[in-house]
């Protein structure tokens, strides 16, 4: 059974940095699109990071493009998402999630995902 934990989601100040961590048990790191989806109050979850099929290749959400960085420990197990020059607007709950379907993880809807850790950004 895939299982993924997410950890390091905080309180932050705009302009702070955060890095989240997700845990993958049950599966190896290889097998899926692997990425990061959020969801902010009122919203939808959203794409905001992934891996593309070579395991290489990153696609990132404009509005995080330049500021997050998607990255992985195959050897561990473990996907991160380094989060620079925070904004309030990316206040969320953020979810590691894999899928074998690149579009529906980019939507939101990825096949497994983890229970979601809060990243809070205040002025």
């Known amino acids: 059974q895939v299982q993924l934990a997410e950890s390091g989601g905080r309180s932050v100040q705009a302009g702070g940095s955060l890095t989240l961590a997700c845990e993958f048990s049950?599966?190896?790191?290889?097998?899926?699109?692997l990425g990061w989806i959020r969801q902010a109050p009122g919203t939808d979850r959203e794409g905001v990071a992934l891996?593309?099929?070579?395991?290489?290749?990153?696609r990132y959400a404009d509005s995080v493009r330049g500021r997050f960085t998607v990255s992985k420990d195959s050897a561990n197990n473990t996907l991160y998402l380094q989060m620079n020059n925070l904004k309030l607007e990316d206040t969320a709950i953020y979810y590691c999630?894999?899928?074998?379907?690149?579009?529906?993880?980019?939507?939101?809807?990825?096949?497994?995902r983890g229970q979601g850790t809060q990243v809070t950004v205040s002025s």
């Open positions: 999630a894999a899928d074998w379907i690149r579009e529906r993880l980019w939507r939101g809807d990825g096949y497994y």
């Open positions: 049950g599966t190896t790191l290889d097998n899926y699109f």
């Open positions: 891996f593309l099929a070579d395991g290489k290749s990153t």
